[in-house]
């Protein structure tokens, strides 16, 4: 079973991008999934997560109001990047918890321990 994140490039500031979550292996529809993204230097930081069960999404403040998650029953699940800043530079990935050990993964923390995610796909944001 292997997510992989795909999708990232170069965008100006006050652009788009539009990236996506793909799972093989298994049906991504069944498990709450999660966009989280890491800057050079930086730590971790969960950006947007969607349910699986009512299709319900969280934001981090961050984004909130610029990326927009969704997903389709074509097992992909997409993170929609507007109005994009340098700050949202770093590469991007997508993860779940394959063994449904909380209640509500979309709660947080995204990533958690044990969380899995493949590949990220780098998003370059210039000023």
């Known amino acids: 079973v292997q997510l992989q994140a795909s999708g990232g490039g170069l965008a100006q500031s006050g652009g788009s991008l539009r990236l996506s979550c793909r799972g093989s292996?298994?049906?991504?529809?069944?498990?709450?999934i999660a966009w989280f993204r890491q800057a050079p230097g930086k730590e971790r930081e969960g950006v947007a997560c969607i349910s699986s069960a009512d299709g319900s999404t969280y934001y981090a403040d961050s984004v909130k109001g610029r990326f927009t998650i969704s997903r389709d029953p074509v097992n992909a699940v997409y993170l929609q990047m507007d109005r994009l800043k340098p700050e949202d530079t770093a590469v991007y990935y997508c993860?779940?918890?394959?063994?449904?050990?909380?209640?509500?993964?979309?709660?947080?923390?995204?990533?958690?321990?044990?969380?899995?995610w493949g590949q990220g796909t780098l998003v370059t944001v210039s000023s």
């Open positions: 292996g298994f049906n991504l529809g069944y498990y709450d």
């Open positions: 993860a779940t918890d394959f063994q449904l050990r909380r209640l509500s993964y979309c709660s947080g923390p995204w990533p958690d321990a044990g969380d899995s």
